[in-house]
Nanobody, 125 residues
Framework: QVQLVESGGGLVQPGGSLRLSCVAS????????MGWFRQPPGKEREFVGA????????IYADSVKGRFTISRDNGKNTVYLQMNSLNTEDTAVYYC??????????????????WGQGTQVTVSS
C-alpha cells in the first residue's frame, strides 16, 4: 500500500505561483509513474500532468501547458508540481496519484491505484 501526502496548497493571487509537493511512503518510488489531478468546485476530477518513474517523460493537460511543470526527486520519494501564472480557473483541490509499472505516464485517473488526500489551491484577488 502506497501512502501519498500532498502539501503546498494555499491562497494565491492571480498571476502568482505555488509549488505542490507529494511525498510517497514507497521505497520503490522510482517504479511508479506519478500523476497530478485536480477537482475544481462543482466539477469532476481532471488530469493535470504526469511524469514517468525516471523523470524522463512528462505529459500535461492543454490547460496547463507552459505554466505548470512536474518534476520528481526519487531520492526523496517526492514529486512536485510547480504552478506559475495561476488564474482563477486553477482553483481546485489538487491530488497526486501513483501508477505502478506503466511504460509511459498516463492521463486517465482510473489507471492510478493510489491517491493522496488532496491539497486546496485557491486563486483569488
Amino acid at each position: 500500500q502506497v501512502q501519498l501526502v500532498e502539501s503546498g496548497g494555499g491562497l494565491v493571487q492571480p498571476g502568482g505561483s505555488l509549488r505542490l509537493s507529494c511525498v510517497a511512503s514507497e521505497r520503490t518510488f522510482s517504479l511508479y509513474n506519478m500523476g497530478w489531478f485536480r477537482q475544481p468546485p462543482g466539477k469532476e476530477r481532471e488530469f493535470v500532468g504526469a511524469v514517468n518513474g525516471r523523470d524522463t517523460k512528462t505529459i500535461y493537460a492543454d490547460s496547463v501547458k507552459g505554466r505548470f511543470t512536474i518534476s520528481r526527486d526519487n531520492g526523496k520519494n517526492t514529486v512536485y508540481l510547480q504552478m506559475n501564472s495561476l488564474n482563477t480557473e486553477d482553483t481546485a483541490v489538487y491530488y497526486c496519484a501513483a501508477d505502478y509499472g506503466a511504460a509511459n505516464p498516463r492521463a486517465t485517473a482510473g489507471e492510478y491505484a493510489y491517491w493522496g488526500q488532496g491539497t486546496q489551491v485557491t486563486v483569488s484577488s
